[in-house]
């Protein structure tokens, strides 16, 4: 099975600073999707950005994007300019290109410090 | 509002009591999920639909878990015997199998609490 791997349990910002959150993960297939969701407390997941395994540019939404390095597995998450809105639990997320279940790292909570 | 939806959101039972959830999907949405997440965990996957058949369960579905989609529309999810390691939170989700990302649009969960 996919594994998903977030090595940081915990983050912190500073307001309108910059904060990269990591992530790798191992599979075997070519192509697949990767997935960053953001967590607010009590409130339901929602998705950040994607990422196709076979596009090499990197996404972007806004403040968000993405470094994804297929070679090396790893699909890292930078937030630009955090806002106190950004606080959250960030879950990194794989889907293989046929699959259809999503495989969750179990998280990163970003604080961000006014 | 058009999102997912579940019911209740908030759930205490005792030890041994069966308990039923309610998952509504995004309305046009022919795919629908059933995620356990417990604390200091990412969701793991338990089951989905795809309409109303029940297509994958997860080896975390033991077999006091039964999940449902009947007219592939709201999907309910049962624990019988409930026992306190099913304390979590019980995230719906659901997508439009359309090919490319299949992004999942989650719910706002049921938190259970076995006591």
């Known amino acids: 099975a996919q594994t998903v791997t977030q090595s940081q349990p915990e983050m912190s910002v500073q307001e309108a600073e910059t904060v990269t959150l990591s992530c790798t993960y191992d599979t075997s297939e070519s192509d697949y999707y990767l997935f960053w969701y953001k967590q607010p407390p009590s409130r339901q997941m929602i998705l950040v950005i994607r990422?196709?395994?076979?596009?090499?540019q990197n996404a972007t939404e806004n403040r968000f994007s993405v470094n994804f390095q297929k070679a090396a597995k790893s699909f890292s998450l930078k937030i630009s300019d955090s806002q106190l809105g950004d606080a959250a639990m960030y879950f990194c997320a794989y889907r293989g290109y046929d699959g259809n279940q999503f495989y969750f790292g179990t998280g990163t909570s970003l604080t961000v410090i006014p | 509002d058009t999102g997912v939806s579940q019911d209740p959101r908030h759930k205490i039972t005792k030890r041994g009591q069966n308990v039923t959830f309610r998952c509504d999907p995004i309305?046009?949405?022919?795919?629908l999920y059933w995620y356990r997440q417990t604390l200091g965990q990412g969701p793991e996957f338990l089951t989905y639909f795809q309409n109303e058949a029940q297509l994958e369960k997860s080896r975390l579905l033991s077999d006091r878990f039964s999940a449902e989609r009947p007219k592939g529309s709201f999907s309910t999810l049962e624990i019988q015997r409930t026992e306190q390691g099913d304390s979590a939170m019980y995230l719906c989700a659901s997508s439009l199998l359309a090919g490319g990302y299949n992004e999942q649009f989650f719910g706002p969960g049921t938190r259970l609490t076995v006591l």
């Open positions: 990422q196709e395994a076979y596009k090499q």
């Open positions: 309305s046009e949405h022919n795919r």
